[in-house]
């Protein structure tokens, strides 16, 4: 089955600064991407996706790059704020069963 | 819109005895249900797939007879934990994906603890 690598475990990063989260893949069928933020005791809300048929997609200061090659995707969070300190999670699926593979999650610290 | 509920948001029961768990899709049909267990501070971790009117596919190492899943509806689907022990406490959350798309949302998930 797929299995999803996900790094750094934490990232500190001062507010403004960029953070970025790298996903890798096993599973060489897998064609959508998604990311999802949790914060403490809440549910896991999507934040971006992106589908293999595309390299980069961008949602204001969010935006994810895949490299279908190297079987890895990252996401970009640029102008960090205080408000984006959360646990991130990448995920890998195809068409046809909508199962989804989770990375442990990035816990993301944005400094004031 | 993509709404899901999840009730109840938390629940504490006896060892030995049964919890169900539910899980709306509010403002969407749902062909498909998943539910997640997830430790603290850990991922989540895939239990089974529900598909309405049809058998809950398990992943591998997950009881189907102890995890009960039914999906009655293209809106409802529920867990029930049978014959729960302490190892079963983990905070347990369903998505859904809608029929007219690929995306899945999370419901906001219930802590369940077994003394």
Redesign the interface.
């Known amino acids: 089955g797929e299995n999803v690598e996900q790094h750094p475990s934490t990232l500190s990063v001062q507010e403004g600064d960029s953070a970025v989260i790298k996903c890798t893949y096993s599973d060489s069928a897998s064609n ?1 991407f ?1 990311w ?1 933020k949790q914060e403490l005791g ?5 934040i971006i ?1 992106i589908r293999s048929n595309v390299g980069e997609k961008k949602d204001q200061r969010i935006a994810v790059t895949l490299n279908k090659t190297a079987k890895h995707f990252s996401l970009h969070i640029t102008e960090t704020q205080p408000e984006d300190s959360a646990v991130y ?1 990448c995920a890998a699926g195809y ?1 046809g ?9 990035n816990q993301v610290v944005v400094i004031p | 819109g993509a709404v899901v509920s999840q009730h109840p948001s938390w629940v504490i029961c006896k060892s030995g005895t049964s919890v169900k768990i539910e899980c709306r899709s509010l403002d969407f049909q749902a062909t ?1 249900m ?1 539910w997640y267990r997830q430790f603290p501070k ?3 971790m ?1 239990m089974a ?1 529900s598909n309405e009117g049809s058998k809950a596919t398990y992943e591998q190492g997950v009881e189907k007879d102890k995890f009960l899943i039914n999906h009655a509806s293209l809106t409802l689907s529920t867990l029930t934990v049978t014959s729960a022990h302490p190892e079963d406490s983990s905070f347990y ?1 369903c998505s859904a ?1 809608p029929e007219w798309a ?8 219930t802590r369940l603890t077994v003394t």
């Not at chain 1, 809440?42 to 999507?46: D, G, H, S, T, Y």
């Not at chain 1, 069963?97 to 999650?105: D, E, H, I, S």
């Not at chain 2, 690929?102 to 998930?109: A, H, I, K, L, R």
């Open positions: 959508y998604p999802y809440k549910r896991p809300q999507l996706d999670f068409y069963n909508n199962r989804l593979a989770f990375g442990k999650g | 498909t998943f850990q991922s989540l895939l797939t959350i994906s690929y995306e899945q949302y999370f419901g906001p998930g």
